[in-house]
């Protein structure tokens, strides 16, 4: 399984919530003025967040920066 990390630049962030709606199991809508990356256990990561994805979950996190409409999420690889 590839290593990823996920990041939200949390000024660009504007809470449209596109990718809360595409990916619930990592994005959040919590008490900050910016969206959340969480873990499987619903543990927040602030906004970086590392782990093993699998295929299905790397794909999900692409599609879900490629519709941030201020392209606030980075998903890299390694
Ligand atoms: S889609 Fe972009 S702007 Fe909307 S909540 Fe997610 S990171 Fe923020």
Known sequence: MPR???KIDPSACILAANCVGMEPQLFQI???SHV???DANCVSHGTAYTF???GAELELAEEA???CPT???TVERG
């Open 52 to 54: 093993e994805a699998t």
């Open 71 to 73: 392209r606030a999420i």
């Open 36 to 38: 959340e990356l969480i």
């Open 4 to 6: 990823i990390t996920v």
């Open 65 to 67: 920066a490629e519709s």
């Open 30 to 32: 919590g008490e900050a």
